[in-house]
């Protein structure tokens, strides 16, 4: 015989919670600001920018990191120049998005006879934040130039190098059909 209503219930709902739990657990992925996480720029002069990049307490340090060069790389391509250099760049700890998550699943059953029935109830919770992850974010204002890059200055980088180096590290978020 099949299992009965309430542990299919039971399965259900943990299910459910084990879902929540692995969305909450996802790391921030390659992908414009959105809902504060994401990367984003602003032209601050002619070939001046200020890039960001934040991600959420599953996305490591070195993650942000990167993804915040690959998107130094992009700007400089994307906008006609070939190399660039980091005129300042920070990296930190955002408390006020770090966290973590859990969830918790109860069931419960109750009967009686007589005139009254029986009844079933299901609580299902999940709980953000609070954690132990750290949320990062990273911010860097390059200063973006044409023509080959100077082998001098060990602080360019050539844009298309920085592209395809990282390219296979960048998670984007998954195709909406």
Not at 45 to 67: K, L, M, Q, W
Request: proline share 5%.
């Amino acid at each position: 015989m099949s299992a009965s209503i309430p542990q299919k219930i039971v399965t259900i709902a943990a299910a459910l919670v084990a879902a929540l739990l692995a969305a909450c657990a996802t790391a921030t992925p390659y992908q414009p600001a959105k809902d504060g996480q994401g990367y984003s720029e602003q032209r601050l002069e002619t070939n001046r920018y200020r890039i960001s990049y934040t991600g959420n307490s599953a996305t490591p340090r070195d993650t942000v990191e990167n993804y915040l060069m690959y998107r130094a790389a992009e700007v400089t391509l994307n906008n006609g120049y070939d190399w660039f250099v980091i005129a300042d760049r920070q990296t930190r700890a955002d408390p006020a998005k770090s966290g973590g998550s859990s969830g918790s699943v109860g069931l419960g059953i109750g009967g009686s006879s007589g005139n009254f029935g029986s009844g079933l109830s299901i609580g299902l919770g999940t709980i953000l934040g609070g954690g132990n992850g750290q949320a990062y974010d990273a911010q860097a204002d390059i200063l973006v130039f044409k023509n080959p890059k100077p082998a001098d200055n060990l602080k360019a980088f050539d844009a298309r190098e920085v592209r395809d180096n990282l390219q296979a590290g960048i998670k984007r978020p998954p195709a909406k059909s």
